[in-house]
């Protein structure tokens, strides 16, 4: 028995607005009232929920559906989270918390990051649970608190403390999102993401007074070493999931489009890469090999006082062929040349591909839904929590079914986010296709 698609897609409207008016910005997050708001919805239909608060307000929610096969570490994972980035209404054409419905759009802040897909999935339960058949696989319902500062509170608290309520074999989680104006439209599903990995540079010197500058000065060395940064970035590279993504491109493209695509993947093209990425808007540069960027920087306390110390942060964002350990140690050697020192802030570990039997099953429900658009594997460049369900060994992908143009993509982390109705109401049969068939 197939859902009622416009009454699934009316109901599925209704939740997602309700949801948004749930405020739940990160910093603080306070995600528990939209925990036990969609723990409410999932418990009326007659399951079971767990909320955990990783801290006071920080809810995290988890519903299983148990198959057949009574093999919890077989699931699929439906996985979202609650939290959403900061909103300053006074740049936004309307409250960022109201869910107006205008224009054919639903409007508000998670709109596409990420609470319709949270309730694309939760529609997949109801359906589920409504047709009382038994799947043979679990179908595990995850959403977390935390996401947009690193997921500490949510999905790397949830996966390390309770990791048999989350057990799972595959994930559907954000990461990737179909694009209605690329040459041809791609319907773009992650992989993979680029590790994070945050060094601190420290350079010491001799303090003293400024009229009579040491020779020995902190922030001089900081400034050469960071200078030497800025000036020899990491080498541009082609990542073999860059490359799957252009080739899927490629296939499907006119053929000026397909030579164009394919120049650019022949060694021949390596030395111009960096002229040919200056045309490459910043999101698809961003994915052509590693990359740093300085994003804080510390020293002096007074105006005639030369410092001490001086420091300056890094966030490194690497490939998934690049170990992280191994480019620390390369970066500590170079920075050392000029006497300063690096520490590790923050690193989360060299990021898998996913790539098991579910990724076939994904394409060919994507191709059916969406015919004139190509399905590429991609590279994501952000973080998402899909990293901690890789570290657990389950294969993760990111992939929201809706087609957006890029107008539409800018909005999220931006203002006025909002998602096409039309594109919520089809992201829900798609996902629970997937679900169905997944789970068999
Ligand atoms: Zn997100």
């Not at 997050?29 to 939209?34: H, L």
């Not at 949270?118 to 589920?128: A, D, E, F, K, N």
């Amino acid at each position: 028995m197939m859902p009622d698609w416009k009454a699934l897609g009316d109901e599925a409207l209704e939740i997602t607005r309700q949801y948004l008016r749930i405020d739940t910005t990160n910093p603080p997050g306070n995600e528990t009232p939209a925990a036990e708001f969609l723990g409410g919805i999932l418990q009326e239909a007659g399951f079971e929920t767990t909320i955990l608060e990783s801290a006071a307000g920080r809810g995290n929610l988890v519903a299983r559906l148990p198959g057949r096969a009574r093999d919890a570490s077989g699931a699929l994972c439906l996985l979202h989270h609650l939290d959403v980035v900061p909103a300053d209404p006074s740049e936004w054409s309307v409250d960022p918390f109201g869910a107006e419905i205008r224009d054919g759009y639903l409007w508000g802040r998670g709109a596409i990051d990420m609470k319709s897909m949270g309730v694309m999935q939760l529609m997949t339960m109801l359906s589920l649970a409504r047709e009382k058949t038994a799947l043979e696989r679990d179908v595990v319902f995850v959403a977390v608190a935390d996401e947009e500062a690193g997921g500490v509170m949510g999905a790397a608290w949830l996966t390390k403390h309770h990791p048999d309520l989350v057990a799972c074999r595959d994930v559907i989680n954000e990461g990737g999102y179909g694009l209605s104006e690329t040459k041809p439209p791609m319907m773009a599903c992650a992989l993979s993401e680029k590790a994070l990995l945050w060094i601190k540079l420290t350079a010491r010197g001799t303090p003293g007074h400024a009229s009579m500058p040491p020779d020995d000065r902190a922030i001089s060395k900081l400034l050469a070493a960071l200078g030497d940064l800025a000036a020899h970035p990491p080498a541009l590279a082609i990542s073999p999931l860059v490359e799957r993504t252009f080739r899927a491109l490629a296939a499907k493209a006119p053929a000026p489009r397909r030579k164009v695509i394919e120049a650019i993947l022949s060694p021949k093209a390596r030395p111009v890469l960096p002229m040919l990425s200056k045309k490459l808007p910043r999101y698809q540069r961003a994915l052509l090999g590693n990359v740093i960027s300085m994003t804080k920087l510390e020293a002096g306390y007074k105006e005639n006082v030369v410092p001490g110390t001086a420091s300056a942060t890094i966030d490194c964002r690497l490939v998934p062929e690049t170990d992280p350990e191994e480019f620390f140690a390369n970066l500590s050697a170079r920075m050392a040349r000029f006497d300063v020192r690096c520490e590790v802030l923050f690193s989360d570990g060299p990021c898998g591909v996913s790539e098991g039997p579910l990724l076939p099953l994904l394409e060919q429900v994507c191709d059916e839904s969406f015919p004139d658009t190509t399905f590429a594997p991609v590279l994501c460049p952000a973080f998402t929590d899909s990293r901690y369900f890789r570290q657990l060994g389950a294969d993760a992908y990111g992939l929201i079914p809706v087609m957006l143009t890029n107008a539409e993509v800018a909005t999220f982390h931006g203002i006025d986010e909002r998602i096409p109705l039309d594109g919520l109401r089809k992201g829900c049969e798609v996902v629970y296709e997937i679900t169905r068939r997944a789970c068999g």
